[in-house]
């Protein structure tokens, strides 16, 4: 009975956003979407709430066997706690931009948020919970599949609209594929060490690898190369990003991305923790193959949001990167990267969603933006921030979140591969001054005349201060909970 | 040094930077303020600094988490680069003053932040502090030609990002491992550190990389010609009077002290490509139609002469380079202020649409002839100094490189002086250039302080060579163990025991005067 109690004082997270999703839904089905802003403000609050229930431990750090819930199903660590409190943070920011879109023309012929959007964000934001304290296969797929059905809803909730049903058509078959596969892969670890929980698998991969494992590992892996868009399991987020609305946009580029990756570290960590060199090279042929083609891919690209896509990809490549190197060092350089990406994609899709014309109508590719430092210099001058900071231009933090992965890659000897990869990453700053190029050098096209809430001044201007210089002082008390969760990480039990 | 005067002189123009973005009109004031103060407080740099001090002087040292430390200080050869930087950068703003007329506020405040990254990499002493402040640069330069360049911007100022990024992100790799191997970031302990030798091969490759883009080197140089035509007058004299510069230190405060060996290894590769580019490139400039391309090429001949010079390996070709550095640093910043200058009256820099300027400009004449012949390295002006030391330095090394260098000098006289010929002498065959006035009150402020101490750096070069000495002389005490032998193969021989016109006396001969 103790052991429950423990258990449940562990994911008071989770039990504050399941109470306040289900009472939500509730309110929702009762009032109807005319309540759809108080219902995302109450959304907000309980994301908020359960981002303060993981603060003390998350200050503190937390690893080791108090750290299991439901006799191993969950694992509650440092880890688990700095992935969730990003998460929480970019759901609460997905909210924040989303009821100005819902009500520009936009939107199409359903002006106004949908009482749900909130509601979904929430149980997206449970899904991923579990997700990145998973520490059993079942959990794990529980977990992502909670997320995963909420997000597909989320891309089509515009339903009228031909892009955001297709986005999410898209998003469901490819999803249900990735999941299938991911499924085949555990189902096949099952069979061969006969246990779903980690402990128990990476117990019964021991030794060397035999053929079956080793597909079981693949599939696995391959699974998860999907739900983190790496490549050469890419080719969904250009649409799904390009035909959802633009706040689901910025959710899918931000809280799931970091729910996939930290799920990925944790399963290659802890389950295949005893066969890096099976998974290692995988990860390394992931990372090379997402900058180069995530940064090919965009040079062609006119819509911002798809290029913000492909963005995307080519920055889950260095995020890769980190994972690749295998040791405690690079786990917290990929979580320093993470944050950082988290904060760069939260601001740079907010700025989108102020390029508004006169009818609050949106903009979105580079031939509305033409200018863009003539007619709205505060705006122009955020986004040229943005740029350079996902180029990784110093001395904006961009740069830092590249200084840690690499540093973390050439310590750990990988020298070459540091080369080639960071070699290819001029490539993407090709399309990063693009933007600027556009915004600062061309003539205006006197578009973008629209002014903007003050939610979303605020948000970018939040987003904007993390990434420039000042943005440094963040980087102790960062660098210390990215240590202690990589250090929870590596904490086998 | 308790006054932390580095951290000032950046913290100035910081101010002036960000004020500037708000001023709109009036930010041409604040800048030229603001960089007059940088400027003075220069001087008090120089004038407290201690030549036969300590190495490092005014340091400042503040532990950072992030991995590096914010760690500043200088030797005298940062302090001569911090001098040219902050003593051009108030002319750059005067030049400004009326050819910018579109979004002055974001223009002033990009040279602003230029001058406090280019401040910061002379005087960084971490190493990853010093790759900040170097990359950064990037930023300001690319919207300096891009919004504010010629017709042709949006091609060169890709090409110029493009082009140094993928130059320096393989040097970050190499510091990294450097960092790691050695356990700390701080320059003057690495200048000290003994890599393995089989690792300085890569290291130097990868910092060469960067460097030599920089410098530019032949054939890395082709950004160069680009940027500097499209790029506004104050930016092309930033450009050729300090950002060429940040390669050439770059060489002196890392390739060779902390990789001696791979940089004797290496010499050949830095004396041929050297060589390439002075005969090359000055050919390339004798054609040119386009002034600002002219005297871009002849950057690229000037700084091959330079790189010839630190890899010599001897006092003499280290301070040579740094003399050059300097001297192109004032010449080629005035000679794209004189090119800026009739541009500003003509909006053209076709050489055939001027010819006969002297007669109704014969004070720019008179500054453009100064700055043609100190370009070509006329003693008495601050060029002959340092080619003279630097083909000094490196004929010790080998007589055929010093030979082929040296054909560069003549290259540039031929390119110079057929510019100016058809600039400022012969026939006023066009109506429109013939009705140009003189220069104003505001060009003789940009032009003459420049000429001033062009002829100081050539009459008494003693003043710059003094502070750097030392420094001089300790680069020289860590390269003299890798230092490539000498083809000259100079032997001091035994003096003979008499004149060499002496005439045996004949027999009997008691020489004059003995009776």
Known sequence: MLDLANSFDLIIPELILTGAGLLLLLVAAWGGDQLSRPIAILAATALFGAGIALVPDLHFGTDGPQTLAFNGLLRVDSFALFAKAMIYLAAIGALIIAPAFFASPAAGEERGMRAEYPILIIFASVGMSIMVSASDFMALYLGLELNSLAAYVLAAILRKDDRSAEAGLKYFVLGALASGILLYGMSLLYGFTGGTDFATVRAGLEGDLAYGPLFGLIFVMAGLAFKIAAVPFHMWTPDVYEGAPTPVTAFFATAPKVAAVALTARVVFDVFGGQVL??????????????VFGALGAIGQENLKRLLAYSSINNVGFILLGLAVADQAGASAMLIYLFIYVAMSLGSFTALLMLRGDDGDLFETFGDIKGLAVTQPALAWCLLLFMFSLAGIPPLLGFYSKFVVFQATVEAGLVVFAAIAIAASVIGAFYYIKFVKVMFFDEPAE????????????????????????????????????DKAARSLFFTI | MDFPILTVMMLVPLAGAIACLFAGEGSRLIALLSTLATFALGVLLWINFDNDGAQWQFTERYELVAGFNYALGIDGIALMLIMLSVFLMPICILASWEAIQKRVGEYMAAFLFMEVLMIGTFAAQDIFLFYIMFEAGLIPMYLIIGVWGGDNRIYASYKFFLYTLLGSVLMLVAMFWMVATAGT??????????????????????????FAVKVPMWPFHTWLPDAHVQAPT????????????????????FSLPMFPVASAEFAWLVFALSMVAVVYTSLVALVQADMKKLIAYSSVAHMAIVTVGLFAFNVQGLEGAIIIMLSHGLVSGALFLCVGVIYDRL?????????????????????????????????GTSGFVGEFLSLAGIYQVSTWVALVCTTGIILGAAYM?????????????????????????REWAMMAPIAAVVMWMGVYPESFLAPMREDIKALDARLVLAAPESDSQLVVGAPKESAANAVAAPEGYEGEGAH
Do not use: C
């Open chain 2, 347 to 379: 909006h053209t820099r076709e050489i055939d649409r001027y010819g006969g300027l002297s007669i109704n400009m014969p004070y720019y004449a008179v500054f453009f002839l100064l700055f043609t012949m100190a370009s070509i390295g006329l003693p």
């Open chain 2, 185 to 210: 970031s701080d320059i003057p302990t690495l200048m000290q550190y003994n890599f393995p030798v089989g690792a300085q091969t890569w290291l130097w490759l990868a910092f060469f990389a960067s």
């Open chain 1, 447 to 482: 578009l973008v005349t629209g002014k903007s809430g003050m939610a979303h001044w605020v948000l970018l201007a939040l987003t904007a201060l993390i990434i420039s210089p000042l943005g440094y002082l963040l980087t102790p008390s960062l660098t210390d909970l990215a």
């Open chain 2, 234 to 253: 104050a930016g092309s004299v930033i450009l050729a009077g300090v950002l060429l510069k940040l390669g050439g230190y770059g060489f002196i405060r």
């Open chain 2, 417 to 441: 002086l057929y510019l100016y010929r058809r600039v400022a002498f012969g026939a006023q065959k066009n109506e429109d250039a013939a009705a140009m006035g003189d220069i104003t009150a």
């Open chain 1, 278 to 291: 099976a998974w290692q090279q995988i990860v390394m042929f992931a990372a090379l193959a997402s900058i």
